[in-house]
């Protein structure tokens, strides 16, 4: 399909696909609005649409960019004055905060407001020269952006007019005389002091990061257990039933089992969660398997699991990265499932651990995410974040998960990822004395990874017509010895 030409008429198109975004938005909820809708209400075709954008979502970051900005940093210089002037917005200011309203009221998303509360703290933080990754500065800043996300949440379907003028006046005369006396503490404050602590804070940080995150996955195990996508009473039912992820896990490492089989093997699943593909590698032949998981409820529902479908698996809480620690024995096969190292600060401990699980000659397999996914920001094509590891922590809020009716179930909404590129996990495998055995890329995902994927029998994948890229990866890892297991 040739691409719609980029002349004055289109650009004109593209102005009115925003315009629509927010009309549209004001009338129905985010999840609601696509492609199709905005195309048709700006009376142009879905040709044009995807020359501008990648995706929906890629429509609405732009919009917000675009038409909010400004309008964020005089709201939040008016916000911040310690001037007992009238607190009067101008006309852009007033569009903005209309706009913001839209954003963090019920037809926004989580997403979406985050974007904002990320800006306008900046943009506090900017204005005093304050540094967003000391925890204090961010904590403080987070309290400030939350609160205006409150008011601007309570607003929406209100008109911005000057009874909102006059609240925003009460609560920044209560609010910014604080915030600047902090500010310029802060800026005070010996930074030799900061510097000596600075090791003590990290682990601090990395401890509170880790349990966010046990605390977010413990929330998730009901939400799974009881979705379609984990097919749980399919497994319960059916003792024939494989997952698709394990099915296709076993593709994997097949070519490199002796006898092509696992049959006599023992297997440890590490990152388990609620045990549906442990439990699948028995049915695959395997003569045991254990699961281990940092998530004591998600083992609650393991075990439970394993119970009703008859399955003899054994299941162990821990960090997958000192997995050695807690269970003293060795296995045949090591394997790490779709969707498991983003959630470990560092692989170097996760890969010493396994080599000292395996039995000589024993196999490790890691299949995953692939890491050109983290640049994607799992939304479009477009490179937005960084790919390379030892970039820092991933950190969002999301009340859902991955599965379909999980919006607004995940009460702990705090997430922490880590990217881990090809090098960081190659090196990482080989200087625990592991060997490279195989290492391949797949077009195809287990879950949804960007919006815009469609579901096949080999999992999902970008639609007809768009570019093929790698989605997943596997690499088969071996512990060498002088004869083979068998």
């Known amino acids: 399909m040739a691409r719609p030409r980029k002349d004055s008429e289109e650009r004109g198109a593209e ?13 129905m909820p985010y999840r609601e609005v696509t492609a199709a809708s905005i195309a048709r209400q700006a009376e142009c075709n879905r040709a044009t649409f995807y020359y501008y954008f990648d995706s929906i979502e890629d429509l609405a970051e732009q919009a917000v960019d675009a038409a909010v900005p400004t309008g964020i940093a005089d709201l939040a210089e008016k916000f911040l004055s310690k001037s007992g002037t009238s607190f009067h917005l101008d006309g852009n200011q007033r569009s903005a905060a209309e706009r913001v309203c839209l954003l963090t009221g019920p037809n926004g998303s989580t997403r979406l407001t985050e974007r904002f509360k990320r800006a306008l703290a900046e943009t506090w933080a900017s204005k005093f020269g304050l540094d967003l990754a000391r925890e204090d500065v961010r904590a403080v800043a987070s309290f400030m952006a939350s609160g205006i996300v409150g008011i601007l949440g309570d607003q929406e379907g209100l008109p911005c007019d000057e009874c909102f003028d006059a609240r925003l006046q009460t609560i920044s005369k209560v609010f910014s005389s604080p915030a600047m006396n902090f500010a310029h503490t802060t800026t005070d404050a010996s930074t030799h002091a900061a510097a000596t602590d600075s090791a003590i804070a990290a682990d601090n940080v990395l401890d509170r990061k880790l349990a966010e995150n046990r605390d977010n996955w413990d ?48 297997v440890l699943h590490l990152q388990c969660h609620i045990g549906t593909d442990t439990i699948s590698w028995l049915r695959l032949g395997a003569r045991e398997a254990w699961g281990l998981d940092f998530s004591p409820t998600s083992l609650a529902h393991a075990r439970r699991i394993a119970q009703r479908a008859g399955a003899n698996a054994t299941f162990v809480e821990g ?21 498991a190292i983003t959630w ?19 196999m490790s397999l890691l299949r995953d995410d692939h890491p050109l996914l983290d640049a994607l920001g799992y939304e479009s094509l477009t490179i937005t974040e960084d790919y390379l590891s030892g970039t820092g922590s991933i950190d969002y809020e999301s009340d859902e998960s991955y599965v379909e009716g999980s919006a607004g179930k995940i009460a702990h909404t705090a997430n922490h990822n880590w990217r881990h590129d090809f090098q960081e996990i190659v090196d990482s495998l080989l200087a625990a004395g592991l ?49 083979r297991i068998g």
Do not use: C
């Open 15 to 27: 102005a009115r696909m925003i315009e629509a975004f927010w009309d549209q938005l004001s009338r």
């Open 219 to 266: 929330d998730r195990a009901a939400v799974h257990a009881e979705s379609a996508f984990y097919e749980v009473e399919r497994l319960v039912s059916d003792p024939s039933y494989v997952s698709g992820v394990a099915r296709r896990d076993f593709e994997a490492l097949l070519p490199h089992l002796p006898q092509a089989s696992l049959a006599g093997l023992s």
């Open 344 to 362: 470990l600060p560092d692989l170097g401990d996760w890969a010493h651990s396994i080599a000292e699980m395996l039995v000589p000659g024993g």
């Open 435 to 483: 060997s490279i055995e195989a290492l391949r890329e797949s077009p195809y995902a287990e879950w949804k990874a960007l919006p815009f994927l469609v579901e096949t029998e080999q999992g999902w994948t970008t639609p007809e017509g768009m570019p093929k890229i790698p989605l997943n990866f596997a690499i088969v890892a071996r512990k060498p010895q002088d004869q």
């Open 319 to 339: 960090d997958a990265r000192f997995a050695s620690h807690v269970i003293e024995r060795t296995f045949d096969v090591v394997v790490t499932g779709t969707g």
